[in-house]
């Protein structure tokens, strides 16, 4: 057996509850009661096996010659984002918490491991997106930036009577790690379940909601918050950050917050 990144690579047992949970996240694309457009996308899913092709491990030496990669040879490309001003800050983070709210409604989701790295960001010309939650529209300024929230490794759901989820519980170094808020999150999570992962606890997304805001108040590459519109963004983030732990989910937090009052504009 080969390791990959130090570790036995996943059975295809251990990797199923990933596809069924990425599929049922895709599907809220759709029209319908619940709809977000802001998971990425399934369009089918193989099994495959044996070496590398020679083309991908070209292309993987060469995006780690230029930007380097945490991941063995090969590994998965990472996102890289660029922020332009305070308004896309702030759309990034409504279309994460939007999202969240209506896949906690339609799949009682945590994703569990909502890391810098999983938020991914594209520029778009796209001046708004649409989500449904309860069966009422509502939508979203782009401005110029479209969310894609990848990786349901750890993440649960529960459909037609059964819960998918990943038992972290025997997972011990995932509760060790130090040097980023992110490990403090994990930690977090478990004392919010009490270890129970089979549960649904919609308040690990809003930890997870608090640590984004946290990243995104103190993003490197966005421009300066000089103008009065951009420090008025980033008092309101500061809101946030500070009662985010309030409210019990991203639903809760969607409809209930002051931080949140007149950011989503809902239809008729």
Known sequence: ??????????????????????????????????QTPNFVHMTRVSVVSGTYPSVLLKQWDAFNAT????????????AHIILSNMQQVKSILHQVIASLAVAEDA???????????????????????????QGKPFSIESHG????IIDFTLSR??????????DLSTDLTLFEGR?????????????????????????????????LTDKLLNQKNCLQKTNKQSQA????????????????????????????KGLFQFKN
């Not at 380097?68 to 040879?73: A, L, M, Q, T």
């Not at 799949?107 to 890391?115: A, K, S, T």
């Not at 919010?192 to 640590?211: D, Q």
């Open 107 to 133: 799949l009682q989701f945590e994703h569990r491991d909502l890391h810098w790295g999983n938020v991914l960001v594209k520029p778009t010309t796209c001046t708004q997106f649409n989500y449904t939650l």
């Open 233 to 260: 963004i980033n008092r309101q983030l500061k809101t946030l950050f500070r009662q985010v732990l309030n409210y019990n989910s991203a639903h809760h937090l969607l409809k209930k917050s002051p931080s949140c």
């Open 67 to 78: 930007k380097g990669s945490e991941n063995d040879r090969p590994g998965k490309i990472a």
């Open 145 to 148: 930036v479209k969310v894609a």
């Open 179 to 211: 040097g980023d808020y992110q490990f403090d999150v994990y930690r977090l999570m478990k004392e919010t379940n009490g270890n129970n992962w089979e549960a649904f606890e919609p308040f690990t997304n809003i930890l997870w909601i608090r640590y």
């Open 157 to 166: 759901l529960h459909k037609d009577g059964c819960s998918v989820f990943t």
């Open 1 to 34: 057996d080969i390791l990959v990144n130090g570790e036995q690579q996943k059975t295809f047992e251990e990797v199923l509850p990933e596809i069924v949970i990425t599929k049922e996240l895709s599907a809220l694309k759709e029209d319908g009661d619940y």
